[in-house]
């Protein structure tokens, strides 16, 4: 495992969504942003850009004295989609679409104030947006064209 910075590896990529994990440790003070790019993902059509994904569960185990993992779609401005921090273990369930204003379609994996022996795992699961989003005016839409149709 890389020490300082998150270590990202695709579980799963179907069709219609992809599950990813992120584990990051920590043995100094970090504050780190790292990329997923979205569209590296299965049946992206990088022709049609952005290839949107949208957040629909977190698992999360995190130790962490005082910093925070968090997730951001990634735009001209980055706006952060979930964030989980300190000592705690849980799960959301929840529809949260990439919102950032012009958006690449990537997501950022932004750790603030990790201190050393912090720690998290993340399991992410994210759905492919087949026809674009309406509060993107409908940007990227069929960007997954190389797939099977989705949600």
């Given amino acids: 495992m890389a020490v300082n910075a998150p270590e990202v590896t695709v579980i799963d990529d179907q069709d219609h969504q992809v599950v990813v994990k992120i584990v990051g440790y920590y043995n100094a003070l970090t504050t780190s942003n790292t990329p997923i790019q979205a569209n590296t993902f299965r049946g992206a059509n990088t022709s049609i850009s952005p290839c949107l994904v949208s957040l629909v569960n977190l698992l999360y185990s995190t130790s962490m004295a005082n ?9 001209t401005s980055n706006v952060r989609a979930v964030g989980v921090g ?15 204003a012009v958006p690449t379609g990537d997501i ?4 603030d104030n990790a201190s050393p022996n912090d720690s ?18 409908n940007k990227g839409a069929g960007a997954w064209a190389n797939t099977q149709i989705g949600y």
């Fill in 108 to 111: 950022s994996i932004r750790v």
């Fill in 120 to 137: 998290y795992t993340l399991i992410a699961t994210f759905v492919k947006e087949f026809q674009g989003t309406y509060w993107s005016g």
């Fill in 67 to 75: 910093g925070i993992v968090s997730l951001e779609w990634v735009g």
């Fill in 86 to 100: 300190r000592a705690n273990d849980g799960e959301l369930q929840k529809y949260i679409p990439n919102n950032a």
